[in-house]
């Protein structure tokens, strides 16, 4: 494949960071699909204090009522929760121009994909003949 030959995907960011999904390049006009995707890249945590505090209510409640209404449980389950909101944060990704973000294939890549039809076999002219 030339450098600089457009990818065409999508970033995806979760708690672990942010990767690319390839989904095809454009070689010399044509889009040919395939299927790649990147490691995950560190980013840092952006956590949402609506998401912390719902899920510090929710493991609060949860572990105040398992506990048999005991303080501590309730203070035990909003600690949990707050936790886990936190951890579960997205962790989005800042890239520099000009960064290179290797992929990996998750599908074998069809050979015959890359290749242009012959010109002779298609329309029974050699390419000299064929309009440009």
């Known amino acids: 494949m030339p450098p600089d030959t457009p990818v065409v995907g999508r970033f995806e960011t979760g708690s672990r960071g ?26 840092t945590r952006e956590p949402d204090a609506g998401n912390i505090l719902l899920d510090s209510g929710i493991g609060g409640l949860g572990i105040f009522l398992l506990s048999g209404l005991s303080g501590i449980g ?11 909101g936190f951890a579960t944060s ?15 294939l998750t599908e074998d890549l069809r050979q015959s994909e890359f290749f242009l039809p012959d010109p002779l076999v298609e329309t029974g002219r050699p390419r000299e003949l064929l309009p440009d």
């Open 18 to 43: 942010s990767r690319f999904i390839a989904e095809a390049i454009n070689l010399e006009g044509r889009s040919i699909p395939f299927k790649a995707e990147s490691d995950w890249i560190d980013g």
């Open 90 to 104: 997205p962790q989005p990704t800042t890239l520099v121009p000009g960064q290179v973000v290797e992929v990996q």
């Open 74 to 84: 309730l203070l035990a389950g909003a600690a949990a929760g707050a936790i886990f």
